[in-house]
């Protein structure tokens, strides 16, 4: 079964300023896709960011941006120019390339709390 | 595109009641997903549909859990018996399948409460 991890609770950063999120994962697939959730406060759930195991290119998306290492396992976050909207809880999800089954689900780590210091 | 509902928002209930949600997918979207968010944890994944087919059940939590989506729009996810430990968040996703594939969108979630 795939595991995902993210080791920091909260994070901080100053308005205008960067911030990465940090991401571990474990799978023994070789084909997959990647996430990032952004969940606001007492608000649905949003997809800010995808990317595909199989392209070595990272995904961008306007001020976010991933860094994706696949012998590291690892799919960091990094916001540029952090604004106030940005707070939010962010959750990094895995789901496998193959079809059918759980496979379908997408496997979520705990979360980061970000915090957005005007 | 109206968006993923769901209803209730909240529901409190006495434990060993039965409650059921609903969900309400993106009308064009072909696959529905439930998952459960627990304090402090990500969203786990219980069920998903594609149509009306139970496409995967083996993750609800036990034999108290079901969900059914009889004609491929709503779904309904419904808890018997319902303990404490069940108190949580319950997700709702939905998604179309084909290109672009995998983007999830979900709902606001049904809060639960067990007294």
């Known amino acids: ?118 | 595109d109206t968006g993923v509902s769901q209803d209730p928002r909240h529901k409190i209930t006495k434990r060993g009641q039965n409650v059921t949600f609903r969900c309400d997918p993106i009308s064009e979207h072909n696959r529905l997903y439930w998952y459960r968010q627990t304090l402090g944890q990500g969203p786990e994944f219980l069920t998903y549909f594609q149509n009306e087919a139970q496409l995967e059940k083996s993750r609800l939590l036990s034999d108290r859990f079901s969900a059914e989506r009889p004609k491929g729009s709503f779904s309904t996810l419904e808890i018997q018996r319902t303990e404490q430990g069940d108190s949580a968040m319950y997700l709702c996703a939905s998604s179309i399948q084909g290109v672009p594939v995998l983007k999830q969108y979900f709902g606001p979630g049904t809060r639960l409460t067990v007294t």
């Open chain 1, 1 to 118: 079964a795939q595991t995902v991890t993210q080791s920091q609770p909260e994070m901080s950063v100053q308005e205008a300023e960067t911030v990465t999120l940090s991401c571990t994962y474990d799978t023994s697939e070789s084909d997959y896709y990647l996430f990032w959730y952004k969940q606001p406060p007492s608000r649905q759930m949003i997809l800010v960011i995808r990317q595909e195991a199989y392209k070595q290119q990272n995904a961008t998306e306007n001020r976010f941006s991933v860094n994706f290492q696949k012998a590291a396992k690892s799919f960091s976050l990094k916001i540029s120019d952090s604004q106030l909207g940005d707070a939010a809880m962010y959750f990094c999800a895995y789901r496998s390339d193959y079809s059918g089954g759980g496979a379908d689900g997408l496997t979520f780590g705990k979360g980061t709390h970000l915090i957005i210091q005007p």
